[in-house]
């Protein structure tokens, strides 16, 4: 996976260069407001600050839709660009009001860089590693700031510091990216399959997997176009077809689903747990978990918690059941293989399904219905996406693949396996038509388990040399088999282009309860992120640090008290650095909430600390070494969780067709609520000092744990179409449970 971490590097040189930024005016307006004599007018100066967020506020308004209508990759270009030239007017700049200007070209390249960032790395990255990558935005973030703040402290040194040789400096590294944007970053494979462009979405993929099959990747991003739809959870039990399961719990014959392998007489049977409805299955734990928290825990946080776990807590999202990334249709060679698309799909004997839709010759159309060709009946049979063969029950669990690093075509990562099923059902006119139905597997407990559902059940364990799996299943409509589309009779889910049928992003699907819900999620995170008051004290660490009388600490060596705040923000800095290779660690193993419940205590213990540090007099030495010392933990701790988690979320929640919409209100969001805490900073230092300006900040923090507590699912390791599926059939729940 070696492609999608070095594309993901790449990526977040956008986030170091806002680090950059965000440290040097952090040190450059100390000498601004001298050379502009800004010391009575604090509005001017902290509109040279609040410039910038009001750039990337302004430029964030249309960046989603434009996203969605350019392509990732050619936002992020045009941000390299604006870093790049706001860089060189701020060098110029002979006056306060060009360098405004050039405050707000800056911004319009924060604001791309910083929306747009996390939601390229999750479209390219694997569910595995997923949060990983996207911690790496924050930790190249704080490398930017470390390096500047070194820069901003040698220049401090000097008889007459330059600010505009500080400020300029941006230019240098943003050119760089400009390169790395132009000749490397691919284009967000996601977006690509989303205008219908196949061939190219394809060989992104075969990039950043590293291996040519990628069909069940591609079938994911495919399904990934629809918004809604009625989904359910359903429980299967797997196994072979030519033997019976005498369970009472199991349906009758005929409920069973079929899974066919292309080998003539390779063949499963996946009989459905009666009794089981997507309420059902987490109503037991569901329903203990609501009751200990006096019933305020959102259904759809019990829900996603319930596949978690039996994940194994140590490793990644390769659990002990997945270890080369199984498929169930994996082929049992260590060759890789080269899967093309189907040109020659032809209707089966009986069946009066045109091959390809009106599809047309284009080598962009998606023609394969990605349905084995030895399937013959249409009842309830679920068909694999290639010609792969299936490796008997006998030998290993059903989902696990052959030794090598191989992924089987219907592998869509996390342990998660694609299929469809084919069914029949009566028209308007009372005739039988053929129908889809598209489900999303996961296997769950250890081999052998026959029982439970998404929630572990206790006791009821089958053999452990049984040969059958226990398995959970999203079941929903295809996204490309709307009803508009029924008259067409396509082949497969798959089978018309989706240009087709993927419109672009509409304002009504946000009103989708999925949508609506992850909407709740992602906007209250980000309100409750700034106003615990990170930026602000970043933007003005060096002052915050001086009226804490850091001076003291370096007095004796000669060194000025500007230049002494530069140098505590620089090592402040670098102490962040472990703390965020230590959350790059733990996103995909310990998880996203979990990081975020366990080190918002910490963040409130730092702040009551300096309020106490504030209003207790003590002396200076000791009150600037405590101060320090809680600052530092502060920013360590903050950027473990609450500083890269909520734009990892946000770029995790929504459906692929209004990402670009919905990060662009959570986006939007997040730099109002920057610009008000920023500015408004000055202003609460002076009317309530620092302990009533970081007493509030801890108050917000206790209301952000309650809130991640009561609101925010774990989503780690799960494709990101599992999680909006997830998320859609959470709201139903939520609506569900308010009419009973």
């Given at each position: 996976?070696?492609?999608?971490?070095?594309?993901?590097?790449?990526?977040?040189?956008?986030?170091?260069?806002?680090?950059w930024?965000?440290?040097t005016?952090?040190g450059?307006?100390?000498?601004i407001?001298?050379e502009?004599?800004l010391?009575?007018?604090?509005?001017i100066?902290?509109?040279?600050?609040?410039?910038?967020?009001?750039?990337a506020?302004?430029?964030?308004?249309?960046?989603?839709?434009?996203?969605?209508?350019?392509?990732?990759?050619?936002?992020?270009?045009?941000?390299s660009?604006?870093?790049?030239?706001?860089?060189?007017?701020?060098?110029?700049?002979?006056n306060?009001?060009?360098?405004?200007?050039?405050?707000?070209l800056?911004?319009?390249?924060?604001?791309?860089?910083?929306t747009?960032?996390p939601?390229?790395?999750?479209?390219?990255?694997?569910p595995?590693i997923?949060?990983?990558?996207n911690?790496?935005?924050?930790?190249?973030?704080?490398?930017?700031?470390?390096?500047?703040?070194?820069?901003?402290?040698?220049?401090?040194?000097?008889?007459l510091?330059?600010?505009?040789?500080?400020?300029?400096?941006?230019?240098?590294?943003?050119?760089?990216?400009?390169i790395?944007?132009?000749?490397?970053?691919?284009?967000?494979?996601r977006?690509?399959?989303?205008?219908?462009?196949?061939?190219?979405?394809?060989?992104?993929?075969?990039?950043?997997?590293g291996?040519e099959?990628?069909?069940?990747?591609?079938?994911?991003?495919?399904?990934?176009?629809?918004?809604?739809?009625?989904?359910?959870?359903?429980?299967?039990?797997?196994?072979?077809?030519?033997?019976?399961?005498e369970?009472?719990?199991?349906?009758?014959?005929?409920?069973?689903?079929?899974?066919?392998?292309?080998?003539?007489?390779?063949?499963?049977?996946?009989?459905?747990?009666?009794?089981?409805s997507?309420?059902?299955?987490?109503?037991?734990h569901?329903?203990?978990a609501?009751?200990?928290?006096?019933?305020?825990v959102?259904p759809?946080?019990?829900?996603f918690?319930?596949?978690?776990e039996?994940?194994?807590e140590?490793g990644?999202m390769?659990?002990?059941?997945?270890?080369?990334?199984?498929?169930m249709?994996?082929?049992g060679?260590?060759?890789?293989?080269?899967?093309?698309?189907?040109?020659?799909?032809?209707?089966?004997?009986?069946?009066?399904?045109?091959?390809?839709g009106?599809?047309?010759?284009?080598?962009?159309?998606?023609?394969?219905?990605?349905?084995s060709?030895?399937?013959?009946?249409?009842?309830?049979?679920?068909?694999?996406?290639?010609h792969?063969s299936?490796t008997?029950?006998?030998?290993?669990?059903?989902?696990?693949?052959?030794?090598?690093?191989?992924v089987?075509?219907?592998?869509?990562?996390?342990?998660?396996?694609?299929?469809?099923?084919?069914?029949?059902?009566?028209g308007?006119?009372?005739?039988?038509?053929?129908?889809?139905?598209?489900?999303?597997?996961?296997?769950e407990g250890?081999p052998?388990?026959?029982?439970?559902s998404?929630?572990?059940?206790?006791?009821?364990?089958?053999p452990?040399?049984?040969?059958?799996?226990?398995?959970?299943?999203?079941?929903s409509?295809?996204?490309?088999?709307?009803?508009?589309?029924?008259?067409?009779?396509p082949?497969?889910?798959?089978?018309v282009?989706p240009?087709?049928?993927?419109?672009?992003?509409s304002w009504?699907?946000?009103?989708?309860?999925?949508?609506?819900?992850?909407?709740?999620?992602?906007i209250?995170?980000?309100?409750?992120?700034?106003?615990?008051?990170?930026?602000?004290?970043?933007?003005?660490?060096?002052?915050?640090?001086?009226?804490?009388g850091?001076?003291?600490?370096?007095?004796?060596l000669?060194?000025?008290?500007?230049?002494a705040?530069?140098?505590?923000?620089?090592?402040?800095?670098?102490?962040?650095?472990?703390s965020?290779?230590?959350?790059?660690?733990?996103?995909?193993?310990?998880g996203?909430?979990?990081?975020l419940?366990s080190?918002l205590p910490?963040?409130?213990?730092s702040?009551?600390v300096?309020?106490?540090?504030?209003?207790?007099?003590?002396g200076?030495?000791?009150h600037?070494?405590?101060?320090?010392?809680?600052?530092?933990l502060?920013?360590?701790?903050?950027?473990?969780?609450?500083?890269?988690?909520p734009?990892?979320?946000?770029?995790?929640?929504?459906?692929?067709?209004?990402?670009?919409?919905?990060?662009?209100?959570?986006?939007?969001?997040f730099?109002?609520c920057?610009?008000?805490?920023?500015?408004?900073l000055?202003?609460?230092?002076?009317?309530?000092?620092?302990?009533?300006?970081?007493?509030?900040?801890a108050?917000?923090?206790?209301i952000?744990?309650?809130?991640?507590?009561?609101?925010?699912?774990e989503?780690?390791?799960?494709?990101?179409?599992?999680?909006?599926e997830?998320?859609?059939?959470?709201?139903k729940?939520?609506?569900?449970?308010?009419?009973?």
């Open positions: 996976m070696s492609g999608a971490v070095l594309v993901a590097v790449a990526a977040a040189i956008g986030n170091l260069l806002q680090g930024d965000n440290a005016i952090a450059a307006v100390l000498y407001k001298r502009f004599s010391e009575s007018e604090p509005t100066e902290g509109l040279i600050v609040a410039m910038s967020l009001i750039g506020t302004c430029i964030t308004t249309c960046s989603g839709g434009i996203s969605d209508w350019l392509g990732r990759r050619p936002m992020l270009i045009i941000s660009v604006l870093y790049c030239v706001s860089g060189l007017v701020m060098l110029w700049s002979p306060v009001y060009i360098l405004l200007l050039a405050r707000l800056d911004g319009f390249g924060v604001g791309l860089a910083v747009l960032v939601v390229y790395i999750s479209e390219t990255a694997p595995e997923r949060g990983l990558l911690t790496l935005p924050q930790f190249t973030g704080s490398i930017g700031m470390f390096l500047s703040y070194c820069m901003v402290f040698g220049m401090s040194l000097s008889e510091p330059n600010w505009r040789l500080m400020l300029g400096v941006l230019s240098i590294p943003s050119l760089i990216y400009f790395l944007t132009i000749f490397f970053l691919p284009e967000s494979p977006w690509l399959v989303s205008k219908g462009r196949m061939s190219e979405a394809k060989k992104v993929l075969q990039r950043l997997r291996r099959d990628v069909a069940g990747e591609m079938a994911l991003l495919v399904e990934g176009l629809g918004v809604g739809g009625e989904t359910s959870i359903e429980e299967y039990i797997i196994g072979p077809a030519n033997e019976d399961i369970d009472q719990d199991i349906s009758d014959d005929k409920d069973q689903i079929k899974l066919y392998g292309p080998e003539e007489g390779l063949s499963w049977v996946a009989r459905p747990v009666t009794g089981q997507s309420l059902g299955i987490v109503s037991r569901g329903s203990m609501s009751q200990s928290a006096l019933g305020l959102d759809l946080v019990t829900l918690g319930s596949v978690h039996k994940v194994p140590t990644s390769r659990s002990a059941l997945f270890p080369h990334f199984g498929s249709f994996s082929v060679g260590n060759q890789a293989r080269n899967e093309e698309w189907d040109d020659d799909i032809v209707p089966r004997e009986g069946e009066d399904y045109p091959s390809d009106g599809g047309g010759d284009s080598d962009d159309n998606l023609h394969s219905p990605l349905i060709r030895q399937t013959t009946s249409l009842d309830k049979d679920i068909v694999p996406t290639n792969g299936l008997s029950l006998r030998h290993r669990s059903l989902m696990q693949s052959a030794t090598g690093e191989q089987g075509s219907m592998g869509i990562g996390g342990g998660w396996q694609i299929a469809w099923q084919l069914s029949e059902k009566v308007p006119d009372g005739k039988k038509e053929g129908g889809f139905k598209r489900i999303y597997l996961h296997q250890v052998g388990s026959r029982r439970g998404l929630v572990s059940l206790p006791g009821n364990d089958a452990v040399d049984s040969e059958y799996v226990q398995a959970a299943a999203l079941v409509e295809p996204a490309l088999y709307a009803s508009e589309l029924m008259k067409q009779h082949v497969g889910p798959a089978m282009h240009a087709e049928t993927a419109k672009g992003p009504k699907d946000i009103f989708e309860p999925g949508v609506k819900h992850a909407l709740v999620v992602g209250g995170i980000q309100i409750l992120q700034q106003f615990s008051g990170i930026n602000g004290v970043l933007y003005y660490t060096p002052q915050i640090l001086e009226q804490a850091v001076g003291v600490l370096l007095s004796n000669g060194i000025s008290s500007s230049s705040s530069l140098l505590i923000s620089g090592i402040t800095t670098l102490l962040m650095l472990p965020i290779a230590v959350a790059m660690r733990l996103m995909d193993i310990a996203r909430r979990s990081l419940l080190t910490v963040l409130i213990i702040l009551l300096l309020v106490i540090g504030s209003v207790v007099k003590m200076n030495v000791v600037a070494a405590i101060s320090t010392v809680s600052v530092v502060y920013f360590c701790f903050f950027v473990m969780g609450f500083g890269p988690i734009n990892i979320l946000c770029a995790e929640i929504f459906p692929t067709r209004v990402r670009g919409l919905c990060i662009a209100i959570c986006a939007l969001t730099w109002i920057d610009i008000i805490v920023t500015y408004s000055p202003v609460l230092l002076k009317s309530v000092g620092l302990a009533g300006v970081f007493g509030m900040y108050v917000v923090c206790v952000s744990w309650v809130f991640v507590f009561l609101k925010v699912p989503t780690k390791g799960m494709p990101l179409e599992v999680i909006t997830f998320f859609s059939v959470g709201a729940q939520v609506a569900a449970a308010k009419n009973n």
